[in-house]
């Protein structure tokens, strides 16, 4: 059975705020607490044996779920103690959730905080808006070990950012869908291991909020499939500007295209002397006339611009491959300081953040935002790379990533994956779909990887069995 996209859907904290208004009219909001209280104290009970527990419990609904895991953990024989930040307000859910908690509440003290063996975080969730107080910041600071529930409080749902201070959970548990920020840096780093709950929302009122974030999880797009009468050209033609003096990035963006399934991947080489290309692989093939030439050959749609190109070969080649109208997966020397005019027409472009902020200026805190309005702007995907790669289409859909591995960070690697990108785009898939497609597989051969150190021509080597992986995946 495929995979339902909605699957990998990552709701905003205000989408969520919707969808549990839209659940509420057919499940009872005081339910889904009770539901929500229960996963998280049923991971608790699975991660942790019974010690002193005190819950932090905030005045919203993210407190009214803490108090009934105050309520089951104490019904589990756990010692527990409620320090309360606030008073719910009165008739609310939490409100409801704060009275079934017949035993006693402490207010806020740094030295119960620090005498716990377990601190569970329920004071702010999805609806945390402004910087934490600072007398709120230095009870966290004493938790020596903490769980969140939903979120860390002081993490931003929606973009990961910190709103001046958030602990660093070992445990998160969020509920329905993870957001977007349980995955964007720095926020990722505070969320430890997340656990996502299904606390009885039904699935149809996802229908009620315009999605437009996504996990990238195969099943979210779909590979070509290979036909019995396949041929090459069919299968799709990968073109790379080789550059005169750096020659390694266009080989190995050239070697990852031939090994993830590329029909046929040639070289146009921008100086005279070819020999570096010619002896590289035996199935390269190398360009020996004039770009304006080799353009004359409709099925050379697809090139990579920009591994490995100086300032000048790109200015010599980007605006003819655009003029003719070309595919083009533009990468490295292609990011010009202050020369975005230069990229308008690219089909997929693949900065790191340095590249990008070159071309784009600084990213503030909400790099989705961002990234979105660039590739509405240059009307092109863009792939925001780095640990949370981010892959936002003109159409304002976007997809996180996180399949992939610090084994990716080494000198190359980002060659590997224009490689990729450009072959799935050869063989006829989408921008954005092929962008996601090669991100993913680009992950999957780093994991590959027998080692924990592998070069980026290992990487390389793995593309094939990384997209047989994915293909298997999407079912
Ligand atoms: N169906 C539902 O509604 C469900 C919601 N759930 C929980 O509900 C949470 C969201 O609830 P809420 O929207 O009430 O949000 P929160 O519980 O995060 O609380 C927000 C409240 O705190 C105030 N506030 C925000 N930032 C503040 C700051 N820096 N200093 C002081 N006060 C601040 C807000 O004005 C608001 O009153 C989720 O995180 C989740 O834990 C769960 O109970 C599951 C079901
Ligand atoms: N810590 C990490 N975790 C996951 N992926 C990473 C990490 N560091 C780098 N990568 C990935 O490795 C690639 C590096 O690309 P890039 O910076 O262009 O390198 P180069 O220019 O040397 O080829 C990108 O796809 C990036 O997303
Ligand atoms: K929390």
Known sequence: MMQDRMTFALPTPKQMEKIDQEAAKTIAASQLMENAGWCVTREILRHYSPCRTIILCGPGNNGGDGYVVARLLAKEGWPVTVMAFGSPKAGSQADSAAMQWMEKTISPSENDVAQAELVIDAIFGAGLKRDLDPSIVAILKKAKRLVAIDIPSGVDGATGAIYGYAPHAELTVTFFRAKPGHYLFPGKVHIGKLVIKDIGIPLRVLDCVPISTWLNEPGLWHLPVSAVDDY????????????????????????????????????????????????????????????????????????????????????????????????????????????????????????????????????????????????????????????????????????????????????????????????????????????CAGVWVHGQAALLCKHDWPSAEMIAGHMGKARDLAKISEK
């Open 232 to 435: 090459k050209y069919r299968r799709g033609v990968v073109s790379i500007i080789g550059g005169a003096k750096v020659t390694g990035a266009a080989r190995l963006s050239a070697l990852s295209a031939l090994n993830s399934g590329a029909g046929l991947v040639c070289i146009f080489p921008t100086r005279q002397d070819t020999t570096i290309y010619s002896l590289s692989s035996p199935c390269l093939m190398i360009d020996h006339h004039d770009l304006e030439t080799v353009l004359h050959d409709q099925r050379r749609q697809v090139w990579v611009c920009g591994p490995g190109l100086t300032e000048n070969e790109v200015k010599e080649n980007l605006p003819q491959l655009l003029a003719s109208k070309r595919h083009v997966v533009a990468d490295a020397g292609a990011f010009l300081p202050g020369q975005s005019h230069l990229l308008k027409g690219v089909s997929i472009m693949t900065p790191h953040i340095g590249e990008f902020t070159r071309v784009f200026g600084t990213v503030e805190s909400n790099r989705i935002q961002k990234v979105q309005q660039v590739a509405k702007d240059m009307e092109c995907v863009v792939v925001l790379k780095g640990p949370d790669t981010i892959i936002a289409g003109p159409d304002g859909r976007v997809a996180i990533n996180q399949h992939a591995s610090s084994r990716l960070a080494t000198a190359g690697s980002g060659d590997v994956l224009s490689g990729v990108i450009a072959t799935f785009l050869a063989a006829g898939m989408k921008p954005w779909e092929a962008a």
